[in-house]
């Protein structure tokens, strides 16, 4: 089950991205891309979360293509878009 949402942000592509990768490093994840698009991997609450993302202007959209069945898509939007402000 995977699932996408869209977060817009203020400031430059680089900042954004940036602090997405500084969250998922940090959490021992694995972060590749630039400022256009990229995939990672975390995990979070013992559980891998897999994933890409998409810069467009000011909205960065995350496609979540692997995670726990039991663990819903507004838990890990609500945990990125806290860690990305």
Known sequence: MSCQFTIT???DAEGIV???KSAVVSQGGFFEGDT???Q???SLMS???T???LVEGDKL???ITEKPMFL???AIEGYLANKLK
């Open 47 to 49: 559980n891998t979360v």
């Open 61 to 63: 959209t995350m496609n």
């Open 18 to 20: 940036e602090k997405a």
């Open 36 to 38: 256009e698009q990229g």
């Open 40 to 42: 990672f991997s975390i």
């Open 9 to 11: 942000f203020s400031g």
């Open 51 to 53: 994933g890409s993302y």
């Open 72 to 74: 819903p898509c507004s």
